[in-house]
């Protein structure tokens, strides 16, 4: 079978968040199941750079405001188109917003070329590669199952929803640039609310719709976690399935991993030590016998920064140091600062990502603190599995669905990986921050946990075989 996935970023060519890791995990695993992905991606420079731009296999001379062409390379493990169209993607920046953080006022014209690229493929464009179905992702591809639906191409087509925040809405005025019929402005097409949605447009049209969780999957037919679109999702739920993501166990090993201090395993935990020192040094955090707690996140609201700022003075009167690593809302970014001006020693904060900082913290922290509001799949809590960091997560969506709370049935099951919490408010959230202070300083229990997260089966092989068989269902069915 051939799959033509349909997306914006995919590590390790770009990567803005944990859509990039998904398109770029999910392929190689599809492999080993007997499904050959090819990956439709913008040509944007820096991938350009890291790969070449590859052979032309089409060219328009007029797509979407200029001359594009189709070009088709093999790199990084991956089978690729880019979709060249210099107009719309040769610019500073990063891939939807410039150089200040502000979105570039065409995106919507940007992944509707994309989007069209894609169902073009799909329709036979290119003369020795015919995809048997069509995988589009998040918003930005959304628009490939309109395309195709409205190209009456048969072709069966699945949209993942990776963030049901991230919606794709944009005035009325763009869709006769868009290049649908004009049937498709309606409630049955892309018309939202009297303007276009693109997520919309996907989750009435594609033929069927996953998500990265379970419980993400249950949260998004309710009104609290719906976003508007709770009502659309109810009516297709005999088509939504939840997978939860998997991670790329070589790439995230601590058996192996060049990024940290020392290499250790489930075996070996002694060597993690050597790691915790690391970390202590990189975040001027003063060595102590206290439990080092970890936040690597996008520093924003519904990651629940402002709940974890106002705990964040609990935390060090526990005993507990904090390590943060991310960027996001300047507020929240210079919170932070302050709580590390107020806590010398204790508490260190870097703004910003960093691959090898953020391999170190995974490596040498005790707990990674995850306060979101709602995370459809959570990716750092499977990293924080992976390498013995204790995850301390809200109840909610994939984290609900990866990690087993240490309560007294659990430990004395042995099957406990972690702390939750719920609701996410400050009182909860210091609750669970003395919970795992006191589990901490019970070593026998904290190992435990820790070992039993490690052995947690977080690679890509049970999630790709959930996708291929959704996929040999609905290809056979067609």
Same mark, same amino acid.
């Given at each position: 079978?051939?799959?033509?996935?349909?997306?914006?970023?995919?590590?390790?060519?770009?990567?803005?968040?944990?859509?990039?890791?998904?398109?770029?995990?999910?392929?190689?695993?599809?492999?080993?199941?007997? +499904?050959?992905?090819?990956?439709?991606?913008?040509?944007?420079?820096?991938?350009?750079?890291?790969?070449?731009?590859?052979?032309?296999?089409?060219?328009?001379?007029?797509?979407?405001?200029?001359?594009?062409?189709?070009?088709? /390379?093999?790199?990084?493990?991956?089978?690729?188109?880019?979709?060249?169209? *210099?107009?719309?993607?040769?610019?500073?920046?990063?891939?939807?917003?410039?150089?200040?953080?502000?979105?570039?006022?065409?995106?919507?014209?940007?992944?509707?070329?994309?989007?069209?690229?894609?169902?073009?493929?799909?329709?036979?464009?290119?003369?020795?590669?015919?995809?048997? /179905?069509?995988?589009?992702?998040?918003? &930005?591809?959304?628009?490939?199952?309109?395309?195709?639906?409205? %190209?009456?191409? *048969?072709? *069966?087509?699945?949209?993942?929803?990776?963030?049901?925040?991230?919606?794709?809405?944009? %005035?009325?005025?763009?869709?006769?640039?868009?290049?649908?019929?004009?049937?498709?402005?309606?409630?049955?097409? =892309?018309?939202?609310?009297?303007?276009?949605?693109?997520? !919309?447009?996907?989750? !009435?049209?594609?033929?069927?719709?996953?998500?990265?969780?379970?419980?993400?999957?249950?949260?998004?037919?309710?009104?609290?976690?719906?976003?508007?679109?709770?009502?659309?999702?109810?009516?297709?739920?005999?088509?939504?399935?939840? +997978?939860?993501?998997?991670? %790329?166990?070589?790439?995230?090993?601590?058996?192996?991993?060049?990024?940290?201090?020392?290499?250790?395993? $489930?075996?070996?935990?002694?060597?993690?030590?050597?790691?915790?020192?690391?970390?202590?040094?990189?975040?001027?955090?003063?060595?102590?016998?206290?439990? +080092?707690?970890?936040?690597?996140?996008?520093?924003?609201?519904?990651?629940?920064?402002?709940?974890?700022?106002?705990?964040?003075?609990?935390?060090?009167?526990?005993?507990?140091?904090?390590?943060?690593?991310?960027?996001?809302?300047?507020?929240?970014?210079?919170?932070?600062?302050?709580?590390?001006?107020?806590?010398?020693?204790?508490?260190?904060?870097?703004?910003?990502?960093?691959?090898?900082?953020?391999?170190?913290? &995974?490596?040498?922290?005790?707990?990674?603190?995850?306060?979101?509001?709602?995370? *459809?799949?959570?990716?750092?809590?499977?990293?924080?599995?992976?390498?013995?960091?204790?995850?301390?997560?809200?109840?909610?969506?994939?984290?609900?669905?990866?990690?087993?709370?240490?309560? $007294?049935?659990?430990?004395?099951?042995? $099957?406990?990986?972690?702390?939750?919490?719920?609701? =996410?408010?400050?009182?909860?959230?210091? !609750?669970? +921050?003395?919970?795992?202070?006191?589990?901490?300083?019970?070593?026998?229990?904290?190992?435990?946990?820790?070992?039993?997260?490690?052995?947690?089966?977080?690679?890509?092989?049970?999630?790709?075989?959930?996708?291929?068989?959704?996929?040999?269902?609905?290809?056979?069915?067609?």
């Amino acid at each position: 079978m051939r799959v033509l996935s349909v997306v914006s970023e995919l590590h390790p060519l770009i990567k803005t968040g944990g859509l990039a890791d998904v398109a770029g995990g999910l392929p190689p695993a599809l492999a080993r199941q007997g +499904i050959e992905v090819h990956s439709l991606l913008p040509a944007y420079p820096p991938v350009v750079a890291r790969i070449g731009a590859g052979e032309a296999v089409h060219r328009w001379p007029e797509f979407y405001g200029g001359p594009a062409a189709l070009r088709r /390379l093999a790199a990084e493990g991956h089978q690729l188109f880019l979709l060249d169209a *210099p107009h719309l993607f040769d610019r500073p920046g990063r891939p939807y917003s410039d150089e200040a953080g502000h979105d570039f006022p065409d995106n919507w014209r940007r992944f509707a070329a994309l989007s069209r690229a894609g169902a073009d493929i799909a329709r036979g464009l290119v003369t020795d590669f015919r995809p048997d /179905l069509v995988h589009a992702h998040d918003w &930005q591809a959304a628009l490939t199952p309109a395309f195709i639906h409205y %190209d009456n191409t *048969p072709v *069966p087509t699945v949209l993942t929803i990776h963030n049901l925040a991230f919606q794709g809405q944009f %005035d009325a005025a763009i869709f006769p640039s868009l290049g649908l019929p004009e049937a498709a402005f309606s409630i049955h097409g =892309v018309e939202y609310y009297g303007g276009v949605g693109f997520l !919309k447009a996907g989750l !009435k049209l594609a033929t069927a719709i996953t998500t990265v969780s379970p419980t993400y999957a249950d949260e998004i037919r309710t009104p609290e976690g719906g976003m508007g679109l709770e009502g659309l999702l109810s009516d297709r739920v005999d088509v939504l399935h939840g +997978i939860v993501n998997g991670i %790329d166990t070589e790439a995230w090993n601590p058996a192996t991993d060049p990024y940290l201090a020392a290499r250790f395993s $489930v075996d070996d935990l002694a060597p993690r030590a050597v790691n915790r020192r690391a970390v202590e040094e990189r975040f001027g955090l003063v060595p102590d016998a206290g439990p +080092i707690f970890t936040v690597l996140s996008r520093l924003t609201w519904q990651k629940g920064m402002d709940v974890l700022v106002a705990t964040v003075d609990h935390l060090v009167s526990l005993g507990g140091r904090l390590a943060v690593l991310g960027s996001g809302d300047p507020l929240f970014e210079h919170e932070l600062r302050l709580a590390a001006a107020a806590h010398p020693g204790r508490v260190g904060t870097i703004i910003g990502y960093d691959e090898e900082i953020a391999h170190l913290l &995974q490596g040498g922290a005790d707990a990674i603190l995850i306060p979101s509001r709602f995370e *459809p799949c959570g990716l750092t809590q499977l990293y924080g599995l992976r390498y013995g960091t204790v995850p301390v997560v809200a109840r909610t969506g994939g984290l609900a669905d990866t990690v087993i709370d240490a309560n $007294v049935a659990a430990m004395t099951a042995g $099957v406990a990986t972690g702390l939750m919490f719920a609701p =996410v408010d400050v009182s909860h959230l210091r !609750k669970v +921050i003395r919970r795992a202070v006191n589990l901490y300083h019970q070593p026998g229990c904290w190992t435990s946990i820790r070992r039993q997260g490690m052995k947690a089966d977080v690679s890509w092989d049970r999630s790709a075989a959930e996708y291929a068989a959704l996929f040999r269902e609905l290809v056979s069915a067609r």
